[in-house]
């Protein structure tokens, strides 16, 4: 007997067959829409760039991106990985393209399996962050790509004390393609903090590394690591693990052909150091960056000589035991002081600070760069890293030096000692700002920037002009009594800075009345606001005017002052605010309530970085 097979299937039902039909014509429009798409964005212009042109900008973003310290790198999907879901040539182009895949970001098990899988056998570039979130994922992933240590080529690590005696343990395996290594251990702020050691880091086995940066952590000065290295930069090191300048200048000479030098923090003081004949050359190093006490300094640059070329950030920390700068100055002869033999160069822009504990030059080869910041001020975190840092810039020195109190050096000779061992003739624009208890004699301005034939504008900052201004500025007495008539002492005429044509001041202070123009008595002058004008109408008179004043925030000018002005200079730029000795009491006034208001929150003096200074 033979049985039905359609008899116990259920009935077919006509309307889900008619619904899978459909469903299917749907799909295959799909497919055709999308074929269409890609047809029609083929003939988009982007789209006619070569695959590989379209690589190396994918490339070029996730390294832009990568190279950005101040951006997120844990737990987060970069937003370079978004060009895989562009489009599908772009998807195409993007998972072919190995070397995309090789900056590898914290991130779960599978991603980091198949970021490593599209990397094929590129070198590896990593960058991790462990100081704030939680390291549960950043342990697992650095476990993962620990056995992927012989691909890694970049490799930058931030970390807490804690996880740098954790981790870097971990990493000892060889790492023969390594070229950059970045490793940065935050400080805890509490005196007696143990130093990390990098000694079994790549059981030293680093043949490629050519670039090392090391912040609150070091190796052994005597490591094969630090062989062929051709950018160092160590920061914030503990005192004991400070290298001295002898042990400095033995690992140096491993490095004929370093170009970038950053020492921030990471040298002893020399003050028991003894000078022998042993010197070394750099003849490749473009950057060098010192911040080191004042004694360590002195006896680099005494020992190594470094190419005219150099653009170089120095900052002498202040010692006790020694004040006594004059050492430097063979080393700004040298370098600024053009000979026969020596094309050294030309310095065009000076800015002189002098904060109340400090000063700070910079010496530019721009015409009108004026405005650029010391070292100091420019000194940013290591977030961020030296690329801020105005390197290519024109700007050959900055230096800084430290005083332990504004009583404790003589500003007008060290100044005055720098500027003559600095070739000033081509100098055309200078910008000075002084702390407002420093008074300067109008003998300084003279001798400092009086004798420059071309220098073209001045401007002056947060300065005290007590004697100083309308006599530097004066062919001659500017007051003159009725019997001095128009002559000068001896009949002679010198003019400070004859090509002078700008002059700026911001936040300086008038004297309100000057007893000196009241008695035609210059010696006595404390130049207020008319006595400026003295000075540039007898400037003018005499066939030296004035082309263009700007006053901004001054103290004691009023409208009738600029109108005196305008009749001396072509151009008076004011920005209507007058200031008196009574607005400065109601700022501090202010001042002390906010200082009150903060008095009210919790304070505690000894907290996390309090120490930083001193290490």
């Known amino acids: 007997m033979e049985v039905d097979s359609t008899a116990s299937s259920p009935r077919s039902n006509p309307v889900e067959e008619a619904q899978a039909r459909i469903d299917d014509d749907i799909a295959a429009l799909h497919l055709s829409i999308c074929a269409l798409r890609t047809q029609r964005n083929a003939l988009s212009p982007i789209s006619r760039l070569p695959p590989e042109i379209l690589a190396t900008i994918f490339v070029h973003c996730a390294r832009l991106y990568f190279g950005d310290f101040r951006l997120p790198c844990a737990w987060q999907v970069p937003p370079w990985v978004n060009v895989s879901y562009i489009c599908r040539h772009w998807r195409d182009v993007a998972l072919n393209c190995a070397p995309l895949w090789t900056f590898l970001f914290v991130s779960s098990q599978r991603w980091t399996e198949e970021l490593l899988s599209r990397s094929k056998m590129a070198p590896l570039k990593i960058r991790m962050d462990m100081r704030y979130s939680k390291q549960s994922h950043e342990s697992r992933f650095l476990e993962k790509v620990v056995a992927y240590a012989e691909r890694i080529q970049d490799l930058s690590l931030r970390l807490t004390r804690h996880t740098a005696e954790e981790i870097l343990p971990k990493l000892s395996s060889r790492a023969p393609f390594l070229k950059t290594l970045h490793v940065t251990v935050e400080k805890s702020g509490y005196l007696g903090e143990r130093h990390v050691v990098l000694d079994t880091l790549f059981n030293g086995d680093t043949p490629a590394l050519r670039t090392l940066e090391l912040s609150n952590c070091h190796i052994s000065w005597s490591s094969s690591v630090l062989g062929g290295l051709t950018s160092l930069r160590l920061r914030d090191l503990t005192s004991s693990s400070q290298p001295t300048v002898t042990e400095l200048i033995a690992m140096l000479r491993r490095m004929p052909n370093l170009v970038y030098l950053y020492l921030e923090n990471a040298l002893a003081s020399a003050n028991q150091f003894i000078l022998d004949s042993k010197n070394l050359d750099l003849p490749r190093l473009s950057r060098l960056a010192l911040i080191a006490p004042s004694s360590a300094i002195i006896a680099f640059l005494t020992r190594v000589h470094i190419p005219l070329e150099t653009e170089a950030r120095i900052r002498c920390r202040y010692e006790d035991s020694n004040n006594d700068y004059t050492p430097l100055y063979p080393f700004l002869a040298k370098r600024f002081n053009n000979t026969s033999e020596n094309q050294t160069p030309v310095i065009q822009s000076l800015v002189i600070e002098s904060p109340s504990c400090g000063l700070q030059f910079v010496f530019s080869t721009s015409e009108r760069d004026s405005d650029c910041r010391p070292y100091s001020s420019t000194m940013i975190s290591y977030d961020v890293g030296y690329l801020c840092e105005d390197w290519n810039c024109g700007i050959p020195l900055k230096l800084d030096i430290d005083f332990w109190s504004s009583m404790a050096m ?31 004699s109008p003998t300084f301005w003279k001798d400092t920037l009086g004798h420059l034939q071309e220098l073209r504008f001045i401007k002056l900052t947060d300065t005290t002009l007590q004697g100083g201004l309308a006599s530097m500025l004066s062919p001659g007495p500017h007051h003159r009594s009725e019997d001095q008539g128009g002559a000068t002492a001896g009949g002679s005429l010198q003019v400070f800075a004859p090509s002078l044509v700008e002059l700026e001041l911001v936040s300086v202070e008038f004297a309100e009345d000057c007893l000196g123009r009241k008695q035609g008595n210059s010696d006595k002058c404390t130049t207020s606001a008319l006595c400026l004008y003295d000075a540039l109408s007898r400037r003018k008179a005499e066939g030296y005017p004035l082309r263009e004043l700007v006053i901004t925030e001054c103290m004691y000018v009023y409208d009738e002052h600029v109108e005196e002005w305008n009749k001396v200079v072509d151009k008076v730029d004011w920005d209507w605010v007058t200031r008196t000795d009574d607005d400065e009491d109601d700022e501090d006034d202010e001042d002390e309530d906010e200082d009150e208001e903060d008095y009210d929150y919790e304070y505690d003096p000894y907290g996390v970085g309090y120490f930083d200074e001193f290490y």
Request: hydrophobic share 35%; charged share 20%; aromatic share 4%.
């Open 410 to 440: 003589d500003r007008e000779g060290l100044i005055g000692g720098v500027c003559r061992n600095v070739s000033l003739t081509h100098l055309r624009s200078a910008h000075l700002s002084f702390d407002l208890t420093t008074s300067l």
